[in-house]
């Protein structure tokens, strides 16, 4: 079955930088896209970027364009996200997740990865 | 950015009880909306895709409506598995954008 597993918690001090994995299992990684999305304490869901894993190009939400990478390893099917320059209010629980194909063709998030806490303290 | 605005915030229920959910678009977004589930602890799960459509699995009491500005999630009969925290989203224009959630909870 499709599995997305995502690295562990990471604690980060303001100003550092934090990488994300997500590994995707039980299908054939450059079908689906991968969006990468955010849920902070409190604050509603927030949609950050996307990868095609087939091509590697992306497309980020304007808010985190300037502090946002995504990149993707074919070989091992795994997506990684990059935020730079972290805040306090950078702190909360990302998701990886891939997307799916409903109906006759809509393209909407599908499976979710387990989520990975970032907490940006000093 | 299309802003989605959901409400009411909170909405208090017993099983068996109907509830009715809104999602509002802060402008036109035709059908291209989704319903999410988020139980404590868990990721959230697809319910209603194109706005009115079921996802697989999904049980035939939940119900999606609405096209353009104004969306409605109904849950006809609530059970004990329904008290979760629901969010709309939209694919319309990018970026995709979430409402801010509806908690369905026990009265």
């Known amino acids: 079955q499709v599995q997305l597993v995502q690295s562990g918690a990471e604690v980060k001090k303001p100003g550092a930088s934090v990488t994300v994995s997500c590994k995707a299992s039980?299908?054939?990684?450059?079908?689906?896209?991968i969006h990468w999305v955010r849920q902070a304490p409190g604050q509603r869901l927030e949609w950050m970027g996307w990868?095609?894993?087939?091509?590697?190009?992306?497309k980020f939400s304007q808010k985190f364009q300037d502090r946002v990478t995504i990149t993707r390893d074919t070989s091992a099917s795994t997506a990684y996200m990059d935020l730079y320059s972290l805040k306090s209010e950078d702190t909360g629980v990302y998701y990886c997740v891939r997307e799916n194909v409903y109906g006759s063709g809509s393209y909407y998030i599908g499976q979710w990865g387990q989520g990975t806490l970032v907490t940006v303290s000093s | 950015e299309i802003v989605l605005t959901q409400s009411p915030a909170t909405l208090s229920l017993s099983p068996g009880e109907r509830a009715t959910l809104s999602c509002r678009a802060s402008q036109s977004i035709s059908a291209s909306l989704a319903w999410l589930q988020q139980k404590p602890g868990q990721t959230p799960r697809l319910l209603i895709y194109?706005?009115?459509k079921r996802a697989t699995d999904i049980p035939a009491r939940f119900s999606g409506s609405g096209s353009g500005t104004d969306f409605t999630l109904t849950i006809s009969s609530l059970e004990p598995e329904d008290f979760a925290v629901y969010y709309c989203?939209?694919?319309?224009?990018?970026?995709?954008?979430f409402g801010g959630g509806t908690k369905v909870e026990i009265k």
């Open positions: 990868i095609n894993p087939d091509k590697g190009n992306t």
């Open positions: 989203q939209q694919r319309h224009n990018w970026p995709d954008t």
């Open positions: 194109d706005a009115s």
């Open positions: 039980g299908y054939i990684f450059t079908n689906y896209a």
